[in-house]
């Protein structure tokens, strides 16, 4: 059963030479790839363990036929680790039951380039536009590159996992074929090239060696330049993989994904099929690790109070007299641990002594609100895109105005902050779910006084992350506990501390006004204003500059921010438009969520494009299509989301409503076109009814173009899930401040979708051109405002404000 290894101490690496590793692979007995494969400038990331050899980077293979391959992101439930290992084993010929994933250290070798490059106006001050194409292009590309290696950037953000990591993983997967179909062409007296590589073995006519039998001969060889590798990895459609299971193998293997024939040139072909997820069985079963499972010799477990949001936050006096037996308390800036021999009794003990932290000036959502309403009204604006002349467009009266607002946006995972750490003789281990490994192991390591060199993680799998693991703050908490008590300290937040402490979305208010033809609607000028904290900026400022909270809020006060109106540029064809930022500060620390800016901007832009049809009396999906002239993939998921759902035009009382998005690299969707093959497009259309219990989303219909897709049912799951959660922001999943504290803090009290509730989902997918988009930010970007949409041909009303509860539905 293929399967995702538990996370492993790492070994002590001695001196690596080729001489070493041939030493090494004939002691071990397993494969040993040439040295060379590995990129001099980083330690060997993976040492091989007892009965295995390591191949590079991202290869180990076993003597029972076992391929080991290293995941450098997170697995969240996103199926990064089972579409990573599909496409090693796609270009290796693997048998699929053979393959393991396995959380990859932290390491150079791993560098997320594009993550640098697009997040290099947070890393680099004068970085905007670092990728923006040009003379510069290829020295902008060595600038992230350098950063991201040098500073061993590997972070799971923004759905640039294939994008940052598909290329390398195929390589070394096929430098690893070539030496295989070597090793064996060598004992046949046959071409190499004319040998292919399918489930685990390598073949030539009617013999077969499987690869644990060429190990020794396979060391002797070297891969050829240029590598020949196969087709790209990719998932026929269904209707194009409807041919009968393949017959027994006479060798005896059981029956495995078919492979299509050798490629030109006489290279193998790669083995195409069902890739089942590798996580799902370890997680039915109860054996997947995460943080709260870690058990060490000796272990204490911590709860903790964390003081509300406001300025310098000072505890104030708690009694440790009524603390229970075998129950210390630890404090700490802004927060009060109690350990204890489990955590209930630490969280029983905090209950008891009920901690009071004395704040100044604390966090009112009064004050937030009327703060974003006098921004998004008369400050000054920060211009962040023009198209053509819009202001000598506009004119002096607009045809339409309109006012949106989004609360705080909560990530609201099952699993909620958890980290084990043990300090012993010098060195930290931490046993964390991160999205930035090398940030969290540097903020701990600071923390304390160590040197990053002297700090251990061991990454373990994320209930949920949702891009809330790209904060660490509990990891420092975690370690500094540890230091204090001398212990192995395993501390989990509670519910409501992990909404206490927690970095939600930040809210925003917008204005966006547009000038149209009096006959038929067309727009002439286009103008949006968006009043929001400058959140990517500030989340920069703790990841990279390693400011805390307080400290990045101060720094970035009243800067713009392009990534924080991320998709505030319409998908339309528009030859006047503008996009005004409005930094506001809220006093909440901002963080990342999935959908991001984006997903707050296309609710604004494709409201805002549903009024404009019904303002001039058009049809909402024609009204759409005559804009869209210039992207006829977004124009095909639009007409065939129509066609599942028996579009009715949108028409009073329907109760159905549409949105489409389009998202694309930061540095083209603010530049002046796209390129037809590049990024993401879908487009969803919602129905909801009316009853006794008032509104409800009945289903929830997409149409997805990813371009090339390599796992058609793991990008289906991200689709659904998407709308899932989508939908949960769409109608909760917020809350307000009173005193520096939120509002609400349980589950129950979000407004979440359950399985009751949730709609009927309808999911196709386009095969369209260009390289794989990740599909996990998309349908949440889109389904907002088509049930907001709905909701107006079902009622009548036009909704504005997200989350709906704000609106009373």
């Known amino acids: 059963m293929p399967r995702i290894a538990p996370s492993l101490p790492p070994l002590t690496l001695p001196r690596v030479t080729r001489r070493g590793l041939l030493i090494g692979a004939a002691a071990g007995g397993g494969l040993l790839v040439a040295w060379g494969l590995m990129p001099r400038r980083f330690p060997l990331p993976q040492p091989a363990r007892e009965g295995e050899t390591v191949y590079n980077a991202w290869l180990r293979i076993a003597l029972d036929g076992t391929v080991t391959v290293a995941v450098p992101q997170l697995e969240m439930g996103q199926g990064i680790s089972t579409v990573l290992a599909q496409i090693v084993a796609m270009e290796l010929g693997a048998d699929w039951s053979q393959v393991v994933a396995e959380p990859a250290p932290v390491s150079g070798a791993y560098a997320n380039v594009p993550l640098a490059a697009k997040w290099a106006a947070l890393w680099m001050p004068f970085g905007a536009g670092l990728d923006t194409g040009g003379g510069t292009a290829a020295r902008s590309s060595r600038l992230a590159r350098s950063f991201a290696e040098r500073n061993r950037f590997t972070a799971t953000a923004d759905g640039t996992a294939l994008a940052a990591y598909e290329t390398p993983a195929r390589e070394a997967a096929c430098a690893v074929r070539t030496l295989l179909q070597q090793a064996a062409a060598q004992r046949w007296d046959v071409d190499w090239q004319t040998c292919e590589v ?12 499987r690869f644990a039998e060429l190990a020794e001969d396979a060391a002797r060889h070297d891969p050829p330049d240029p590598l020949p590798l196969g087709p790209p990895p990719a998932e026929p459609h269904p209707a ?10 006479p060798s005896g293997l059981p029956p495995g994904p078919p492979s299509p024939p050798p490629s030109p040139g006489g290279a193998t072909g790669v083995a195409r099929g069902s890739y089942p997820r590798l996580d799902l069985p370890a997680k039915a079963e109860g054996r997947a690790l995460y943080a709260a499972d870690v058990r060490l010799p000796g272990m204490v477990f911590a709860a903790i109070r964390h003081a509300p949001h406001g300025r310098e936050a000072k505890l104030g006096r708690h009694d440790p007299a009524r603390l229970r037996p075998g129950v210390r ?14 955590w209930w009794s630490a969280e029983q003990a905090l209950r008891d002594l009920a901690p009071r932290f004395a ?67 010098g060195m ?19 923390a304390l006084g160590l040197n990053p060199r002297r700090v251990i993680l061991y990454p373990v799998l994320a209930g949920g992350g949702f891009d809330a693991r790209l904060e660490h703050d509990h990891a420092v908490e975690a370690a500094l506990i540890a230091a204090a008590v001398g212990k192995p300290v395993q501390l989990i937040w509670s519910r409501w501390q992990e909404q206490v402490a927690s970095k939600p979305r930040a809210p925003a208010a917008a204005l966006l006004w547009a000038r149209t033809m009096p006959d038929g609607g067309a727009v002439l000028a286009w103008h949006a204003r968006v009043a929001t904290p400058p959140a990517a900026r500030e989340f920069g400022e703790r990841l990279f500059g390693g400011r805390s909270a307080e400290a990045a809020l101060a720094a970035t006060a009243g800067q713009a921010d392009p990534l924080a109106l991320e998709g505030a540029l319409p998908p339309y064809r528009l030859a006047h438009v503008a996009v005004d930022h409005v930094p506001v500060s809220t006093g909440v620390p901002a963080g990342r969520l999935r959908g991001n800016g984006a997903a707050v901007n296309a609710f604004f832009t494709e409201s805002f494009v549903d009024e404009l049809a019904h303002a001039a009396g058009r049809e909402p999906l024609s009204y759409r299509i005559e804009m869209l002239g210039n992207d006829v993939r977004l124009v095909d998921c639009l007409q065939r989301c129509a066609a599942l759902t028996g579009w009715d035009a949108g028409a009073a009382g329907s109760g159905q409503g549409l949105a489409c998005v389009r998202m694309t690299p930061r540095d083209a969707e603010f ?25 409800r989303v009945e289903r929830l219909t997409a149409v997805a173009d990813l371009g090339r897709i390599v ?20 109608v909760g999943a917020s809350t307000a401040y009173l005193r520096g504290l939120p509002v609400l803090g349980r589950l129950p009290e979000l407004s979440l979708p359950v399985l009751a509730n949730t709609p009927e989902i309808v999911v196709e997918f386009i095969d369209g051109p260009g390289d794989p988009f990740d599909p996990g930010e998309l349908a949440v970007a889109a389904v907002a405002p088509a049930i907001a949409n709905a909701l107006h041909s079902a009622t009548g009303i036009r909704f504005r404000k997200l989350p709906l509860f704000a609106e009373e539905v």
């Open 359 to 425: 704040v100044q000036r604390p966090v009112e959502s009064a004050r937030i609100d009327a703060a974003l309403d006098k921004a998004v009204k008369r400050a000054r604006t920060h211009r962040i895109a023009t198209l053509g002349d819009p202001e000598g467009a506009m004119g002096d009266r607009p045809s339409l105005i309109a006012r949106y607002d989004v609360g705080f946006g909560l990530h609201a995972g099952l699993e909620t902050a958890s980290c084990t750490a043990r300090l012993r003789d």
């Open 428 to 446: 930290l281990e931490l046993w964390l779910a991160s999205q930035a490994p090398e940030a969290a192991r540097r903020a701990a390591a600071a």
């Open 329 to 342: 308390l630890v404090p700490g800036e802004r927060w009060l641990a109690a350990v204890g021999p489990t």
């Open 671 to 695: 530049g002046a076109s796209v390129a037809a093959d590049e990024g993401g497009r879908i487009a969803v259309i919602a129905t909801v009814r009316r009853d006794e219990g008032g509104v």
């Open 240 to 249: 194009e993989s409807g041919a009968a299971a393949p017959a027994a193998d």
């Open 711 to 730: 796992n058609r049912d793991i990008a289906r799951q991200q689709i659904e899930g998407g709308l899932i959660f989508g939908m949960g922001q769409t």
């Open 198 to 209: 399918i489930r685990g073995t390598v073949r030539h006519g009617g013999r077969r060696l």
